[in-house]
T-cell receptor, first 114, second 112 residues
Framework: KNQVEQSPQSLIILEGKNCTLQ??????????LRWYKQDTGRGPVSLTI?????NTKSNGRYTATLDADTKQSSLHITASQLSDSASYIC?????????????FGRGTQLTVWP | EADIYQTPRYLVIGTGKKITLECSQT?????MYWYQQDPGMELHLIHY???????EKGDLSSESTVSRIRTEHFPLTLESARPSHTSQYLC???????????FGPGTRLTVT
């Protein structure tokens, strides 16, 4: 069964600190992995997208890594800001159809305190 | 930010009413999607479309229906709303061969 598991479920950090969120997946055949940021009451916004051949990608203070062999990904946030408080969702796409079916994790709820 | 719009943003309605959730995108994308998301849970695909006059049901069974008469417009309709339909509904679109899906802001539906 294609699944995406994220950890931790929630995380509280102080402003300025770094943090790392984890994502494990069993989706096969693998096409790409995305990290989305979803603010409360809003739609998800893409942070990074990585294909099989990419093992790291950065977007400002966000750096995603991918290990396709172990089927693991991480999202590292550097020098956190209050505006980073949101749910971070790991999404994996398969190559099984032209639709590019997406499998969503439940997200990690990050809270940044001043 | 992507040009995809949803209205209304919030809707509180009584049981048995017919509702239509609107979704429009100005990017000319062929693919459009509807997702349902409960608090703290993952998004579930309920409908998708490859293009005009194409609609398919997603992974999660839903009593809602959709139509795709125009490329830019993908409305979702519930003929008779029930409390079990209370949820957040997210619309998304993606271009041909485009890995990205661009999400709208969502509609928070509450059925009393």
């Amino acid at each position: 069964k294609n699944q995406v598991e994220q950890s931790p479920q929630s995380l509280i950090i102080l402003e300025g600190k770094n943090c790392t969120l984890q994502c494990n997946y069993t989706v096969s055949p693998f096409s790409n992995l995305r990290w989305y940021k979803q603010d409360t009451g809003r739609g998800p916004v893409s942070l990074t997208i990585m294909t099989f051949s990419e093992n790291t990608k950065s977007n400002g203070r966000y750096t995603a890594t991918l290990d396709a062999d172990t089927k693991q990904s991480s999202l590292h946030i550097t020098a956190s800001q209050l505006s980073d408080s949101a749910s971070y969702i790991c999404v994996v796409s398969d190559r099984g159809s032209t639709l590019g079916r997406l499998y969503f994790g439940r997200g990690t709820q990050l809270t940044v305190w001043p | 930010e992507a040009d995809i719009y949803q209205t209304p943003r919030y809707l509180v309605i009584g049981t048995g009413k017919k509702i239509t959730l609107e979704c429009s995108q100005t990017m000319g994308h062929d693919k459009m999607y509807w997702y349902q998301q409960d608090p703290g849970m993952e998004l579930h695909l309920i409908h998708y479309s490859y293009g005009v006059n194409s609609t398919e049901k997603g992974d999660l069974s839903s009593e809602s229906t959709v139509s795709r008469i125009r490329t830019e417009h993908f409305p979702l309709t519930l003929e008779s709303a029930r409390p079990s339909h209370t949820s957040q509904y997210l619309c998304a679109s993606g271009g041909q061969g485009d890995y990205e899906q661009y999400f709208g802001p969502g509609t928070r539906l509450t059925v009393t």
